[in-house]
């Protein structure tokens, strides 16, 4: 597909989103969702899995909340749930579809200190998240039989004390880097 | 907690947009005109953290666990603006690179956990630090969690009054209040249970490294 500019994808993604919250007819948004697969190309399987894992235990959970209400009322209509899950499958998957075709960093180049910002979130995101799985990870080798609440209180926060110390930590260094190379010297 | 995509009605998404739109302009005021070496990281780190407090697990008895918010504690240590500001960047990159929460609702989100969240965690912690400092902080996350669950709880209860069919039907979030406010209410009060715990010792430890904190 032809490359469009960031910033018009995300109009249009914009526009998808408040236009999407004007549709109620089933049989519209499975031809909107079937158009929106048609339009992704090759990875339009791969993201319809990814925004079905995503929506999953929130959709499912209200499907069946849903189902059980009108079981106790005595009244049975599916039309409701086909409307509800397929709006939502597709604004997630217009979402992954917006993320995968515009690079955020990209989009955010004409305000530099946007992008900076964006930047240097992502990389502590990362740290974060491999932190934080070897501490779950560390956790569970400690522990083979389930831990007891006390433990699993003092193991949050120790998580929590050592996220912090890294950002306090990575903000001193990234601020350090930015003053040494003139970053906002006018 | 937070509210996804497509089950807020249009009527309820868009003036939330605006008022959080205005609610951010107000919270970068002070920041825009200081964006320098420091606060440029500063800004970027909390946003970072306030993704990985979301990563924690909070337990639960019995075995299970939530999330952490971290909306009082961020609040408590950095501030209330930055930590809006923080918190409102994370809803916004799980949105897009998760599909948590959504961009549609993350005004809603961004209000109720991030705003309102903070605002009465510090209420809570200037009204009873006087009394006992360290349940002035237990409560203060406690009453942030509760917060934020009980507008979304409003919010979400709201949909089938706002937006239904002509023949009743809803169109967005089908539960009514008498479902919305006990669902997130009550598991909610063991969750805040957790974020007290962890957060009064996070607290305790902050106090005991000397960190400077600004008093909030």
């Known amino acids: ?186 | 907690m937070h509210v996804p995509d497509g089950f807020l009605s249009p009527q309820t998404w868009i003036p939330a947009w605006g008022l959080a739109i205005g609610a951010w302009a107000w919270a970068a005021r002070d920041l825009r005109r200081h964006l320098d070496e420091a606060t440029v990281p500063r800004l970027a780190m909390l946003t970072a953290l306030a993704y990985g407090l979301g990563l924690v697990m909070v337990p639960l008895p019995g075995g299970s666990s939530g999330h952490v918010l971290g909306v009082a504690l961020l609040t408590l240590l950095f501030g209330l603006k930055p930590a809006f500001l923080a918190y409102s960047g994370v809803l916004l990159l799980q949105a897009l690179l998760f599909g948590a929460g959504g961009i549609t609702t993350l005004g809603i989100n961004a209000l109720a956990l991030g705003l309102a969240g903070g605002v009465v965690a510090l209420l809570l912690f200037r009204l009873l630090r006087p009394i006992h400092e360290g349940t002035a902080v237990a409560l203060a996350a406690w009453g942030s969690v509760m917060t934020g669950a009980l507008l979304l709880a409003l919010v979400l209860g709201a949909q089938p009054l706002l937006a239904s069919q002509a023949d009743g039907s809803p169109l967005f979030f089908p539960f009514g209040w008498s479902i919305t406010l006990p669902a997130l209410l009550i598991p909610h009060l063991f969750i805040g249970l957790g974020e007290a715990a962890l957060t009064l010792l996070v607290w305790r430890h902050a106090r005991q490294r000397g960190w400077r904190l600004p008093s909030p």
Request: one cysteine or more; hydrophobic letters at 55%.
């Open chain 1, 1 to 186: 597909m032809k490359r469009r500019s960031p910033r018009l994808l995300l109009a249009a993604y914009a526009l998808a989103l408040v236009a999407l919250g004007f549709v109620h007819h089933p049989g519209l948004l499975a031809g909107l969702l079937g158009l929106a697969l048609l339009l992704t190309g090759r990875e339009r399987w791969a993201l319809l899995k990814k925004s079905l894992a995503a929506i999953l235990i929130f959709n499912l959970s209200v499907s069946l909340g849903y189902l059980l209400l009108q079981a106790w009322q005595g009244r049975s209509s599916g039309t409701y749930l086909l409307i509800m899950n397929l709006r939502v499958l597709l604004m997630v998957f217009l979402g992954f579809w917006l993320v995968r075709r515009v690079n955020l960093l990209q989009a955010l180049a004409p305000w530099p200190t946007a992008t900076l910002i964006l930047a240097l979130t992502l990389g502590q995101i990362e740290t974060c998240r491999r932190l934080l799985a070897d501490f779950r990870l560390a956790f569970m080798s400690r522990h083979p039989e389930p831990a007891g609440l006390r433990a699993r209180v003092r193991h949050g926060a120790s998580q929590v004390i050592t996220v912090l110390d890294k950002s306090l930590a990575a903000s001193t260094e990234a601020s350090q880097a930015l003053r040494s190379r003139g970053a906002f010297d006018a």
